[in-house]
């Protein structure tokens, strides 16, 4: 038997298509977190809550109102989107001119009262969304089961990604975005509407965290602390991948994702430290992150 | 100067007390139910063993020898510090006679410190550390529910028995989780299975995919978990992702109740192995209550509720038959009856505090072979409380000669 390692050959292609699925997880969420903090520099701590908040979502439309998962894909994320925008309208709205510390706090606030109300009304053992019909069971790949379910996950956060990148870097709004977070009052002279920019921006940034929670929703229990497991990963995702870079953002989600699932196949114990160990020899070689520019 | 005030306040309390209840310390029974009900056990316990108290007092009428009995309640947030401040205060300033509920370990076995200087009664159904009967026991303090032990029994032995005789830990990476699988892995050996390796991994991860399948491929007939809450949860549900129950092998959860099968649904669940010390669809008596609970409710009961009735209500029996509140009186009575009620049949309290009654290895059942909401256990085994529960003699407390 071919070994990698000491491990076999099928168990490393095992892990490393496992380290993928949850790096799809992580470039979705630091996707977010990277576009907003790009082109608002608000460093949006309530992140994770509109992760479990998109989740949540997709777990009321089911139970109360029979709405399956395909709607809720689309509903979920346009629903945390406008949440987000009454909360960048009615608040961060007044905090761009002062200090981003600021923002830093509100969010992190709204993160813990988001997450106090749910696990009041929800308890915390969550509550459990099954898998759409279309994709349960699994496909046998001959070195592992892949569970259908993830596959998807995979494929759909690969086409969110690359269409938030495009979008962005490549559409006449997108280049209004990026011209703004240059130099705002310029492009307001030229008639842009910057704060719609922002608001919209915002709104986009936490409808991505909404479509990543309705995807994890038949993955992992819909639980009101599940935002909040992982946001902390998720930021040193975004240090890695250097603050504000898309691409950089992207890219790193899915390697981090891979490293940390073969720490779990070499040394588990340290599996939830690999990203931090990483962020900290990354920030040591190159600060400004992998993707970043230099200041 | 605190002890002054605290003479001063018993004496005015005696002195108010109406003469029909001079037995009953200032006139009223008041029972402290103290746990998580915001954290991660807010589940397993939480608001609901407070509802679980207030039935217990409403069933017994709502007296005892005349005085009014009253439950109040806080939220320990998993904090020993938190915790033993409130019981501080509870029993200094608030005429508290008993705490009871008192899940997690760690608070468990500081409010039982506080109990037994304060000469004051405490009934543990949340917490599981056998400690609480054994170096650290009281002879005021009584642990009623379950212990890590009768988990380890139930899972870990009787499972054998069916058959599960080569066993894989996926094992939380701190305290808690090592002694479940040291336990364990002892009453697993003990009952000639073999323990094929573990997985150690750190607290709330959200995805075991990795460690899921390397417990799949070492082939083990049972995959114990050995974590807790949200963690098992997650284990189990992605279990049921990859095929492992489909595949033949059995998952044991050490700790985990029927409110938290009820979180997972059957679908995620169903095959899973798992010890409890109740089931509200037992026996007519057990249904009865629970129907009742869960009118009040909108759930079922775990052990760790119906515990809390149980506890509540053998207190309140003690308290009648003595005719006292008195301390030293009513532990002498909670010693020495025995418990029969819809939690226990036939239940002792060891000279160490613990209350001795049978477990139940339990299988999650199949969404097709569940009839009703909440119908969720097939019972595989009765364990005898006797073999379940460390024997007083070998508890290590040195209250037992």
Not at chain 1, 122 to 144: D, H, K, R
Not at chain 1, 249 to 261: D, F, N, R, S
Not at chain 2, 109 to 115: D, H, N, P
Not at chain 2, 200 to 224: E, M, N
Request: glycine share 12%.
């Amino acid at each position: 038997m071919i070994t990698i390692l000491g491990i076999p050959i099928q168990a490393f292609l095992g892990q490393l298509l496992v380290g993928l699925i949850n790096g799809s997880f992580y470039a979705m969420l630091s996707l977010g977190l990277a576009v907003i903090f790009g082109l608002l520099r608000v460093i949006n701590f309530a992140h994770g809550a509109q992760y479990m908040l998109g989740a949540f979502v997709g777990y009321l439309l089911l139970v109360q109102l029979g709405v399956g998962y395909w709607p809720a894909l689309l509903l979920a994320p346009i629903i945390v989107g406008i949440s987000g925008i009454v909360v960048e309208r009615l608040a961060l709205a007044r905090l761009y001119d002062v200090d981003p510390l600021y923002g830093l706090l509100f969010t992190f606030g709204l993160a813990l009262v988001l997450e106090g109300i749910f696990r009041y009304y929800f308890g915390v053992s969550g509550n459990p969304y099954p898998v759409p019909p279309l994709l349960a069971g699994g496909t046998n790949l001959g070195f592992m089961f892949l569970p259908n379910y993830r596959g998807w996950v995979v494929i759909a956060s690969l086409i969110f990604c690359l269409g938030t990148w495009l979008v962005i870097e490549k559409t006449k709004l997108g280049s209004y975005l990026r011209a703004a977070t240059e130099n705002r009052s310029l492009v307001q002279a030229f008639g842009v509407n910057v704060p719609l920019l922002l608001t919209l921006t915002y709104g986009l940034g936490s409808a991505l965290a909404g479509l990543a929670g309705i995807l994890a929703a038949p993955v992992y229990q819909v639980s009101p602390l599940m935002g909040s497991n992982l946001i902390i990963v998720v930021f040193a995702v975004v240090v890695v991948g250097g603050m504000g870079s898309i691409l950089g953002a992207i890219v790193t989600g899915y390697l981090l994702g891979v490293a940390e699932g073969l720490t779990k196949v070499f040394y588990p114990e340290a599996s939830n430290i690999v990203v931090f160990v990483i962020m900290a020899i990354v920030l040591l070689i190159r600060p400004a992150g992998l993707f970043g520019k230099e200041a | 100067m605190k002890l002054t005030y605290l003479m001063s306040a018993a004496l005015l309390a005696a002195a108010a007390a109406p003469a029909f209840a001079a037995e009953i310390s200032d006139g009223k029974v008041k029972i402290g139910i103290l746990n998580d009900q915001s954290g991660v056990y807010a589940d397993f316990g939480g608001k609901w063993s407070v509802e679980a108290a207030k039935m217990a007092v409403e069933d017994f009428g709502g007296k005892v020898q005349g005085a009014t009995i009253e439950v109040i309640s806080a939220d320990h947030q998993n904090k020993p510090d938190i915790a033993a401040n409130i019981a501080r205060q509870w029993y200094d300033t608030e005429q508290v006679d008993a705490i009871m509920e008192l899940t997690t370990s760690s608070v468990a076995l500081a409010v039982q410190g506080i109990s037994a200087e304060k000469k004051k009664i405490d009934i543990v159904t949340g917490a599981a550390t056998t400690d609480l009967t054994g170096k650290a026991c009281s002879p005021y303090g009584f642990h009623w529910a379950y212990d890590t032990h009768s988990l380890a029994v139930g899972t870990g032995g009787a499972l054998v028995k069916q058959g599960g005789d080569t066993w894989y830990f996926l094992t939380a990476d701190y305290a808690f989780g090592y002694s479940l699988e040291e336990q364990t892995s002892n009453f697993v050996k003990a009952q000639g299975g073999k323990v094929l390796g573990s997985v150690r991994h750190p607290l709330a991860t959200t995805d075991y995919s990795s460690f899921l399948l390397q417990a799949q491929a070492s082939g083990a007939k049972v995959i114990g978990l050995a974590n807790a809450g949200l963690d098992t949860a997650n284990s189990i549900k992605q279990a049921a992702e990859f095929g492992i129950v489909a595949g033949g092998q059995r998952l044991a959860a050490l700790l985990f109740t029927l409110a938290e099968v009820h979180g997972l649904g059957l679908e995620a669940a169903q095959g899973l192995t798992l010890t409890e010390g109740f089931y509200w669809d037992r026996n007519d008596e057990s249904r009865e209550w629970s129907k009742r609970y869960m009118e009040r409710t909108g759930r079922m009961p775990n052990m760790v509720q119906a515990g809390t009735y149980s506890a509540v209500t053998q207190y309140l029996k003690a308290i009648d038959k003595s005719g006292t509140d008195e301390t030293e009186a009513v532990s002498e009575e909670l010693h020495a009856m025995p418990v029969d009620d819809i939690f226990a049949h036939g239940g002792k309290v060891g000279p160490n505090g613990r209350m001795i009654h049978d477990m139940y290895l339990m299988e999650v059942k199949k969404p097709s072979e569940s009839k009703q909401p909440w119908d969720y256990y097939k019972v595989l085994a009765t364990i005898p409380g006797d073999e379940a529960y460390i024997k007083p003699e070998e508890s290590g407390c040195p209250l037992v000669d």
